[in-house]
């Protein structure tokens, strides 16, 4: 809050608070810089204003004023543990799909489990033909441990997700498990997000074994967005020239008639959480299909019903999807000729997790995330 | 659905809710979730056993009449399968939080613990044993040295003296084989009735009001019997009398009249009450030394004894307390010193304070923040907690041998509610 006021104090693009130093040579501050200069002055000292606000936020001025936090003791059957994850609400929001796992006998915690661990398990059933109903009796540790799982489905850093059983030095053990201090800045918490690549960044109390939270990029966002939404000036350059997002032919899109599984298949090999999905003729945009989504599991009558579920198509899985609830990881489209602002005022409407951006005719011409707003000021 | 299963004889409520059974589940989940078809299909999906966080709901209130009963409130034996409620306890009291749990419920009443010390004011040993039955605990089963002291034969599996059975020689002119027995209830209630293994737990007896209590006599067979009482439509067992939890965890009162022997004469009686003095004699000293040891922790034990929410390592130093401060009054009323140095009295300790009901449970305390239905868009955030409300454990019935323990701490200014799902 004091921060806000300091810029609007600062007002103009002369303004005593600008990062002079770093800026100056680049541009040549002064409003007789031309057109051209001045917004990027602008934009520069929007981007800025940023950054050091989150440096000087803590991680916890995210925290929530009453958090849950969902706990799950490795010895727990991986099946009950989803279902625990289902019933405290991770069908809405992404916030409660990570739970922190806590290994008892080294009374520490050893990664993060979530909905989207569940699913690449059973595509790992899936493709290997494994029996789906052993998996009722199997237990987190057995299941993340398990070589070849990891190997297959989760090799996605898998250290980082799930500390294996190896022992160690006890000293790296601890560190196994990614996380940040409460007191920690937002700016840390943010690169600890890009740098690991990781969705979820677990809060820990400084002095104790606790985790307050786990932060995502669209708890950083919302933080940014409900500080900054009145800075218009600072930020009503569009998104596509300022670069943030993906464009063209990076985006990866998948159509109506592919099964879950090729779906997902993809989605694995290029570390999205989500990809919009298109009708094959038309080109336009029918909706968007995110990791996360568990409607193919709740639908399922039983494990193995599950993993057959895997082959059936996008089509008829969105058609199941539920439409009374706003999910972050709904539909919601942009323009590329939208503004940064419009785009920070419609996220604190609807806390989407991405923006599929489409042109005249509904086709998709990118993808904007939650992340790639908040590692654009990184 | 909670309510129908608290209040009801029993039988139904979640007897009926099979683990899968997409309504059953649904409820439990849409108190969480506010509902949704798609979620409570996804519920009952997989068939998956049972979610703990249902329990939370479901039993919530009879928890909350467990607490006020003091003890673990549990279902009446035929039908119905009751899982242990929600139950609370001063986690920051009890560090070691789910067992001081179960403990929590044993340890019960104040009305227990004055119970007890109405007669461990001679006796003072307790053989109060806590056996454990699956997640309950049996409640404490008394000195058996209290009849000869009051004067009946001494009787190895009457325990409690409120379960007394009769040796009047008029009685002993039935069967050979019965023992014709009093069933006491001294817990209150308008319209109390007791149903047991005598009668195979197919009718409901009235119980006859004498005062605050209910009495009823009945010709036991030789062996166990296993009883509980149904004040007001609820199903309670006494606290004060010796319990036995069956295979599914529920607890009954029990009373073993095998080795019942009728009043024959002077004789016996005589003899059988020597041998009893001589055993409660160590015991009587010790009680002495008690009452001088506890003499200056009297005042905490008006407190501690009394607590809805005890535990059972609590209720038992608190019991001492008890017992000494009760042992002391009698020593100034009526007590007397026989010549072997033996030390006993008669006094009666007042009605109301072993028929009076325990201290409800706080009413602040029934605000359990992860009840409460979450807020659509942000299932994350729960309400703001009171303070009272922090460090407090609440854990879930174990299902599927998964427990769920629940606690809110505060951080700075903000709190945060770790729920953990652990196996036991």
Redesign the interface.
């Known amino acids: 809050m004091s921060h806000q006021m300091n810029l609007s104090g600062g007002g103009g693009i002369g303004g005593g608070i600008i990062g002079m130093g770093t800026f100056a040579g680049q541009q040549g501050v002064g409003s007789s810089s031309g057109m051209m200069g001045e917004r990027e002055v602008v934009r520069n000292t929007g981007k800025q204003a940023i950054m050091s606000f989150l440096e000087t936020q803590t991680c916890y001025s995210v925290l929530r004023a009453s958090g849950k936090v969902v706990v799950f003791d490795t010895r727990i059957p991986i099946q009950l543990a989803f279902y625990a994850l289902v019933e405290h609400g991770v069908v809405w929001t992404s916030d409660m799909q990570a739970a922190p796992l806590w290994d008892p006998k080294r009374c520490q915690f050893v990664g993060i489990l979530t909905v989207t661990d569940f699913i690449d398990v059973l595509r790992y059933y899936r493709e290997t033909g494994s029996d789906v109903l052993t998996l009722a009796s199997r237990s987190i540790a057995d299941v993340l441990a398990d070589e070849g799982i990891l190997s297959t489905v989760l090799k996605k850093n898998p250290p980082r997700r799930y500390a294996s059983k190896e022992v160690g030095s006890g000293a790296d053990q601890h560190s196994s498990f990614l996380s940040v201090d409460a007191d920690a800045s937002l700016d840390r918490a943010c690169l600890l997000l890009h740098d690991q690549t990781i969705d979820f960044l677990p809060v820990m109390l400084p002095s104790d074994m606790r985790v307050l939270a786990t932060i995502t990029y669209t708890c950083v966002l919302e933080h940014l967005v409900s500080n900054f939404r009145e800075q218009r000036r600072l930020f009503d350059d569009t998104i596509y020239d300022l670069g943030i997002g993906t464009y063209g032919e990076d985006v990866v899109v998948a159509y109506i008639h592919q099964t879950l599984h090729e779906v997902l298949h993809t989605l694995h090999l290029h570390g999205l959480s989500a990809v919009p999905v298109i009708d094959e003729n038309t080109k336009k945009i029918m909706g968007v299909y995110s990791r996360s989504d568990i409607t193919f599991l709740t639908k399922a009558s039983d494990a193995e019903d599950a993993v057959s579920n895997l082959d059936l198509t996008l089509d008829v899985l969105m058609a199941q999807q539920r439409t009374d609830v706003t999910t972050p990881d709904a539909l919601h489209t942009c323009s590329v000729r939208h503004t940064l602002q419009y785009v920070f005022e419609y996220f604190a409407q609807w806390k989407f997790n991405r923006l599929i951006c489409v042109d005249e005719e509904e086709r998709v011409v990118g993808v904007v995330s939650a992340r790639d707003l908040v590692a654009y000021f990184l | 659905m909670g309510n129908q299963q608290v209040n009801g004889t029993g039988g139904g409520g979640t007897g009926t809710g099979a683990p899968s059974s997409s309504s059953s589940r649904r409820s439990?989940?849409a108190l969480?979730?506010d509902g949704?078809g798609?979620?409570a299909?996804?519920?009952s999906?997989?068939?998956?056993p049972h979610?703990?966080?249902?329990q939370h709901q479901q039993h919530q209130q009879q928890q909350h009449q467990q607490q006020q009963q003091g003890g673990v409130g549990m279902k009446p034996p035929p039908g119905g399968s009751a899982p242990m409620g929600y139950m609370q306890s001063h986690a920051a009291q009890y560090p070691g939080m789910a067992q001081q749990q179960q403990g929590a419920g044993v340890g019960g009443g104040g009305s227990m613990m004055m119970r007890d010390h109405s007669m461990q004011d001679m006796m003072s040993s307790s053989d109060r044993t806590t056996g454990g039955a699956g997640q309950y605990n049996s409640s404490s089963s008394n000195s058996n040295n209290n009849n000869s002291m009051m004067g009946s034969p001494p009787h190895p599996s009457s325990s409690s003296s409120s379960v007394v059975p009769l040796d009047l020689a008029a009685l002993s002119a039935a069967e050979e084989d019965s023992v014709p027995t009093v069933f006491r209830w001294e817990h209150g209630g308008r319209n109390v009735y007791i149903t047991g293994t005598f009668n195979g737990w197919s009718r409901q007896i009235p119980m006859h009001r004498s005062g605050n209590d209910f009495t009823y006599i009945h010709n036991l067979k030789r062996g166990k019997h296993a009883f509980k009482f149904i004040v007001d439509d609820e199903w309670r067992f006494a606290p004060d009398q010796p319990t036995v939890a069956d295979i599914e965890g529920r607890i009954n009162n029990f009373i073993d009249v095998t080795d019942f022997k009728p009043y024959t004469g002077d004789t016996e009686f005589e003899s059988e009450r020597h041998y009893a003095v001589h055993c409660s004699r160590a015991a009587a000293a010790e009680a002495l030394k008690n009452k001088k040891k506890n003499a200056n922790n009297n005042g905490g034990s008006d407190s501690g004894g009394g607590g809805a929410v005890g535990s059972a390592t609590a209720s038992g130093s608190d019991h001492d307390d008890t017992s000494s401060k009760g042992s002391r009054k009698g020593t100034d009323s009526s007590t007397m010193v026989d010549p072997d140095g033996e030390v006993y009295g008669h006094s009666m300790p007042d009605l109301d304070e072993y028929t009076k009901e325990p201290p409800p449970l706080p009413p602040h305390l029934r605000h359990i923040?992860?009840n409460k239905p979450?807020q659509?868009?942000?299932?994350?955030?729960?309400?703001?907690?009171q303070h009272v409300a922090l460090n407090h454990l609440y854990c879930t019935a174990i299902k599927?041998n998964?427990m769920?323990l629940g606690i809110?701490?505060r951080?700075?200014?903000?709190?945060?509610?770790?729920?953990?799902?652990?196996?036991c």
Do not use: E
């Open positions: 439990g989940g969480f979730t949704g798609a979620q299909g996804a519920s999906a997989m068939q998956h979610h703990p966080q249902y923040i992860l979450p659509l868009t942000d299932t994350a955030a729960l309400p703001v907690p599927d998964m769920v809110t701490q951080y700075k200014m903000k709190s945060c509610t770790t729920v953990y799902y652990s196996p």
